[in-house]
């Protein structure tokens, strides 16, 4: 806990160790959470280089949509069905 300027008491967050996707591009910053992708092996949307998995320490956020990739790709092959009929 910490005093802030505006005398009220904040808590820490609690933190886990959650798998991310990182950037393999040197210089670039972009990584995103595994659990909010919608592609097995994820591009970085910054600059479009492949991605590689990897461990963080972050605060504890819960996807209550836990399989946006099997959904993704069921959306996909609907369309494509759709538009090839």
């Given at each position: 806990?910490?005093?802030?300027a505006?005398n009220?008491?904040?808590e820490?967050?609690?933190?886990?160790?959650?798998?991310?996707?990182?950037c393999?591009?040197?210089g670039?910053?972009?990584?995103?959470r595994?659990?909010?992708?919608?592609e097995?092996?994820?591009?970085c949307?910054?600059?479009s280089?492949p991605?590689?998995?990897?461990m963080?320490?972050?605060?504890?956020l819960?996807?209550?949509n836990?399989?946006?990739?099997?959904?993704?790709?069921s959306?996909?092959?609907?369309s494509t069905?759709?538009t090839?009929?």
């Amino acid at each position: 806990m910490y005093f802030s300027a505006r005398n009220k008491y904040f808590e820490a967050l609690p933190v886990e160790n959650t798998q991310i996707w990182s950037c393999t591009k040197e210089g670039c910053k972009g990584w995103m959470r595994d659990n909010f992708t919608f592609e097995y092996q994820p591009v970085c949307c910054l600059c479009s280089s492949p991605m590689v998995s990897k461990m963080k320490m972050l605060p504890l956020l819960v996807n209550s949509n836990d399989e946006l990739k099997a959904i993704r790709k069921s959306v996909q092959m609907n369309s494509t069905r759709l538009t090839t009929s």
